[in-house]
């Protein structure tokens, strides 16, 4: 069986996987399961199909896990970013949403303001400004709205 489909498996394999050495791990994975539990498989297919489907499968697993645990290491850098760069970073956020805002129309910016700063509900900005919660609800979207148009140019 090894010698029969170990060759075909890894091309299927590295087909996949884009590499030869993981396409032959992966194929030498197989194998080492099915022995490890031949007695308790029931294949209920070829063999041929069997090898081929487990093969596929773990060349798919290969691939997800890889794509969460390779950081380029070009990039390595912005990960282990200093607590200055980040504190710099956010501090160029803050800014960049805090002149957006700025630019809003004065209700608009006020109901916003209220609902973000102070962290009222619609109710009680509508109680607060005299106006009713359907119109709190309107403003907000306008807000958001542009708040997303602005920050989107930036």
């Known amino acids: 069986m090894f010698d029969r489909y170990y060759a075909p498996l890894c091309r299927f394999a590295e087909f996949w996987l884009r590499d030869r050495a993981s396409a032959e791990e992966v194929v030498l994975d197989v194998y080492t399961h099915v022995w490890q539990h031949a007695a308790e498989l029931r294949i209920t297919v070829s063999v041929r199909a069997y090898l081929f489907r487990a093969v596929r499968n773990r060349a798919l697993n290969r691939l997800r896990d890889d794509r969460?645990?390779?950081?380029?290491?070009?990039?390595?850098?912005?990960?282990?970013?200093?607590?200055?760069?980040?504190?710099?970073?956010?501090?160029?956020?803050?800014?960049?949403?805090?002149?957006?805002?700025?630019?809003?129309?004065?209700?608009?910016?006020?109901?916003?303001?209220?609902?973000r700063s102070e962290q009222l509900s619609n109710a009680e900005i509508a109680a607060e400004m005299h106006i009713s919660v359907k119109t709190?609800?309107?403003?907000?979207?306008?807000?958001?709205?542009?708040?997303?148009?602005?920050?989107h140019k930036e």
């Open 68 to 115: 969460f645990s390779y950081i380029p290491f070009e990039e390595l850098g912005e990960v282990f970013a200093s607590p200055e760069s980040l504190q710099i970073e956010t501090d160029e956020i803050t800014q960049l949403v805090a002149e957006a805002v700025s630019q809003l129309p004065g209700r608009c910016r006020d109901i916003f303001l209220k609902s």
């Open 136 to 151: 709190v609800e309107a403003q907000m979207s306008k807000a958001l709205r542009r708040l997303r148009s602005l920050l």
